[in-house]
C-alpha cells in the first residue's frame, strides 16, 4: 500500500488516508471520500447490519452486535459514513 497522505477534509477534521474513492455527480454534486468508510460501510453490510441517518446520527442497527473496534471506526468516519448513505448516485441514461 502507497504511504499516506495527510488529509484536512472541508470543515473537519485532518486525516490520514492512502486511497480515495470519486463518485460520480448526482443531485447534490460529486463525493469523494477516503477508501476507508466505503470498506467499513461494505463489511457492515455484508455482517447485516443497517445503517441511516437521524438528523447529524448515525443509526446502526443491530447496535447490540457492534464491536468495540466496530465503534471506534464508526466515530472516526462518522461524517464520511453519512455522506456515502445520503449519496444519490446520478440517473443512467
Given at each position: 500500500?502507497?504511504a499516506?497522505?495527510?488529509?484536512?477534509?472541508?470543515?473537519?477534521?485532518?486525516?490520514?488516508?492512502?486511497?480515495f474513492?470519486?463518485?460520480?455527480?448526482?443531485?447534490?454534486?460529486g463525493?469523494?471520500?477516503?477508501?476507508?468508510?466505503v470498506?467499513?460501510?461494505?463489511?457492515?453490510?455484508?455482517?447485516?447490519?443497517?445503517?441511516?441517518?437521524?438528523?447529524?446520527?448515525?443509526v446502526?442497527?443491530p447496535?447490540?452486535?457492534?464491536?468495540?473496534?466496530?465503534?471506534?471506526?464508526?466515530?472516526?468516519?462518522?461524517?464520511?459514513?453519512?455522506?456515502?448513505?445520503?449519496?444519490?448516485?446520478?440517473?443512467?441514461?
Amino acid at each position: 500500500m502507497a504511504a499516506s497522505e495527510v488529509v484536512t477534509l472541508k470543515n473537519g477534521p485532518t486525516v490520514q488516508a492512502a486511497e480515495f474513492v470519486c463518485l460520480r455527480s448526482g443531485p447534490a454534486g460529486g463525493l469523494d471520500v477516503p477508501v476507508e468508510p466505503v470498506l467499513l460501510l461494505l463489511d457492515l453490510r455484508d455482517r447485516g447490519f443497517s445503517l441511516r441517518q437521524d438528523g447529524d446520527a448515525l443509526v446502526v442497527q443491530p447496535h447490540e452486535q457492534l464491536t468495540a473496534d466496530d465503534c471506534q471506526l464508526l466515530r472516526r468516519w462518522h461524517w464520511h459514513l453519512l455522506a456515502l448513505i445520503c449519496y444519490e448516485p446520478p440517473e443512467v441514461s
